[in-house]
């Protein structure tokens, strides 16, 4: 019990960091192509650290195959943290952390399409639930954060993160039997190599204050959170995993609100309420009455 509730208080504690990211993405002041490059830099060096004390780097054995496997999951997650970095300043840090979690929907779709998964009916309501709450958020575009087209392309980006993210973990999950540590720690080094090209590296020195946020961004919200949640997720029933998995998207919320007064309207609250209930109820499996038990091709 004592193991469970450290394990509760790391997964609080990664979910709480993760919520904040978005404020130091946008203090930094740099392009997001830019913040992820630093971020994959510390994070590299952050889990390179953690590698070595943990020792994962002397037990571990990875083939050609897996290798390959985990550098196009770097690309991926690479293409999602940019995607969601740029949503911000188009929309909102809340709206689109908000749609960022129609991840879930992604990944079912990806596991219909290439792993021959099942569709249950409730998973389809619970589709049709978010993408209801999706059209509201669409909607709401007036709401004073971004008008017009600006504000549609923010979603759509987040939209696109979410897929990439699923694209990740739908990669991640064929690779059990490599350490987590060391996956983070070679996609790390993929989105260095890859980003470096496209990298203003004058303008940091320009915004004052830059080199901390992305320091904090890189070890903290990449290295510390990584190293918490993988801890978390060994430690707790992924039931309670997925219960804590939503204070990122509330503490999000919460800091868009307070730092930078971009409170939620009453339509985008309703939609936002719509997706996290939806995905709640995919990570938990709720049924939508008895047509939970049936399946469709």
Partial sequence: MKSQSR????????MVISGTVGWFVI?????????VFWRCLFGALAMLVTCLVLGVLRRSVISARQFILVCLGGVALILNWVLLFSAYKHSSIAI????YHVQPFMLVGLGVLFFAERLSVAKVGWLLLA????????????SGQATGADYVLGVCLAL?????????AAITKRLKDLPAHLIV???????VLVLAPFVDFGRVNTVEGAWTYLIIIGVVHTGLMSTLLYSAIQKIPTALVGALSFIYPIVAILVDWVAFAHPLSALQVIGASAILLAAAGMNFGWSLGRAASQEVA
């Fill in 7 to 14: 394990g509760a208080l790391e997964m609080i504690s990664a």
């Fill in 96 to 99: 689109a952390t908000v749609v």
């Fill in 185 to 191: 720690l070679i996609q790390m080094v993929v989105g």
């Fill in 131 to 142: 993408f209801a709450g999706l059209m509201l958020i669409v909607s709401a575009k007036g």
């Fill in 27 to 35: 203090m930094s002041g740099q392009a997001p192509e830019a913040v």
């Fill in 160 to 168: 696109a993160s979410a897929f990439f993210y699923a694209v990740a």
